[in-house]
């Protein structure tokens, strides 16, 4: 399927599984990872916009689906953040790209971390959006198993419903509840075995604090203003710790930046990587 002559919705095979992923713009590689519970058409506002010079990719996790698809999901079982980050590796192997820049939002955070951690080599710049180093508490673990039986009993919809008051930021509730329905349907879009398994890779992925001081690559550290999940304070420690970073905060922007205000989120990409990367 072809969203426009510009954007291009690829599908692969990988590892015996069938992979989609939006593929638009020319030259250097930028891998886009979506949040959770969402897909990669989290990154549209993005995809429409490349950079000069730069060209996005943006796969769905594995079992994640965007609205327009019907394709089955294979049961999926537990996941962890590294085999989603094996997962992405694979799509660059595919595709010949022995590096690229990483960006990801919340959950792709998580998975960029994972990245560097397994392949750092590949790993040209990061893009942390949203996110944060730290791993879980045992309460944010309680919460965890708490949205996994939420999901196995209520489906898409009850992790929906439980889930966007914080998804997007109060600003973005208030002014402007297009981007609001837009993120439900993100949500609605997903299989409960998809969402059980994620939340499970979430819950045990390791703490990345310890390695932050050895990222070695640009990175730029991003976050909405209104982020109640990942505050500007979190981000700002996070920006601290590693050397030599970005940090942008994003004004009337939640948890979500880049889909709540992504004129401006548009902007401190393109500068990094006009700044940063070359």
Request: charged share 20%; hydrophobic share 45%.
């Amino acid at each position: 399927m072809i969203i426009s002559m510009a954007l291009r919705e690829q599908h692969v095979t990988l590892g015996g599984r069938a992979v989609r992923y939006f593929d638009t713009g020319e030259g250097a590689p930028f891998l886009l990872v979506h949040a959770f519970p969402l897909s990669a058409d989290l990154w549209q506002p993005q995809l429409a916009a490349p950079p000069p010079g730069w060209r996005l990719i943006a796969p769905d996790l594995r079992g994640f689906r965007g609205p327009s698809s019907d394709a089955p999901v294979l049961p999926l079982g537990e996941m962890t953040v590294d085999e989603y980050a094996r997962d992405l590796l694979g799509l660059l192997d595919h595709l010949r790209l022995p590096e690229a820049v990483v960006g990801g939002v919340s959950m792709g955070g998580y998975i960029g971390f994972a990245l560097v951690r397994l392949a750092s080599h590949r790993v040209r710049g990061l893009v942390l959006a949203d996110t944060r180093p730290q791993a879980d508490t045992e309460e944010g673990r309680a919460r965890r198993r708490e949205l996994i039986e939420l999901a196995r009993r209520e489906g898409a919809a009850g992790v929906a419903e439980a889930m966007l008051p914080g998804l997007v930021g109060a600003t973005t509730h208030r002014e402007r509840p297009a981007v609001v329905s837009r993120v439900r349907e993100l949500v609605l879009a997903n299989d409960p075995s998809a969402i059980a398994a994620a939340v499970s890779a979430m819950m045990t992925r390791p703490d990345s604090t310890p390695t932050l001081d050895q990222v070695a690559c640009p990175t730029l550290v991003v976050v909405g203003e209104e982020d109640a999940l990942t505050p500007v304070e979190l981000s700002a420690g996070m920006h601290a710790a590693i050397r030599d970073s970005g940090f942008a905060v994003i004004a009337g922007a939640g948890h979500l930046a880049n889909l709540e205000r992504p004129d401006a989120f548009n902007a401190e990409i393109a500068r990094f990587l006009k700044e940063r990367i070359g």
